[in-house]
């Protein structure tokens, strides 16, 4: 079974552009997340889509969004990019459900901000 | 979502069984304990989870006390591949659906040859 991939590995990008990561989830799986995690602070949650439908957001400004696609795959967008937008960018997966759903991780985007 | 516990770092012999410990006291009663790996520049490992029972896979086991405000993961015969930041993640089963994980600092776990 094919696990949740993400693309770009690496994305280099300059202050003020837009980029555009992008996740397929584990076959069977309708919900994404999406993680940042940045040097020094840690995994922090950015966003959760299921069935097409964002559900939650972490405390992040409005320029962080995304959308998931009819086939559960999922885009994560950011404008207006800044140098502490450089992170590891990490979707996870799982079926919908609550807390006995397990989340399962990629390898992440490494989005670097010149 | 209940806050967890852990020691910053532990040492471990390779071959021997590998405990880590973490403290939820403030879990309440819908709320499961997870447990995720992190080897540098991966993404998390999911690893095991549970509500109240004890519970063992192919990766570990997963002992909760009996009050559920501490538990136990078990790495029976560490490896040295097994080196890596360990995460204990409270999580609640809020109607509705599920939200985010929140990933504290984790213990990073050493194992030595």
């Known amino acids: 079974e094919a696990g949740v991939t993400q693309s770009p590995t690496h994305l280099i990008k300059t202050r003020g552009q837009q980029a555009t990561l992008r996740c397929s989830p584990i076959?069977?799986?309708?919900?994404v997340y999406w993680y940042q995690q940045a040097l020094g602070l840690g995994l922090q949650f950015l966003l959760w889509?299921?069935?097409?439908?964002?559900?939650n957001r972490g405390n992040f400004p409005p320029r962080f969004s995304g959308r998931q696609f009819p086939n559960y795959s999922s885009e994560l967008n950011v404008n207006a990019l800044e140098l502490e937008d450089s992170a590891l960018y990490l979707c996870?997966?799982?079926?919908?459900?609550?807390?006995?759903?397990?989340?399962?991780f990629g390898d992440g985007t490494r989005l670097s901000i010149l | 979502d209940a806050k967890t516990t852990q020691p910053t770092s532990m040492d471990c012999a390779e071959g021997r069984a590998a405990n880590l410990p973490c403290n939820h006291s403030t879990i309440s009663g819908n709320e499961y304990v997870y447990w995720y790996r992190q080897i540098h520049s991966q993404g998390p490992q999911y690893i095991i989870h549970g509500l109240k029972n004890n519970e063992t896979n192919e990766m570990a086991s997963l002992i909760i006390t009996e009050d559920r405000k501490s538990s136990t993961l078990i790495l029976p015969h560490a490896t040295l591949r097994d080196t890596a930041v360990y995460y204990c993640i409270v999580r609640g089963n809020s109607g509705g659906g599920a939200d985010g994980l929140t990933f504290g600092k984790g213990t990073h776990l050493i194992i030595q040859p």
């Open positions: 889509y299921d069935e097409g439908e964002e559900r």
């Open positions: 996870a997966s799982s079926f919908y459900g609550g807390g006995n759903q397990p989340q399962h």
């Open positions: 076959s069977g799986h309708t919900s």
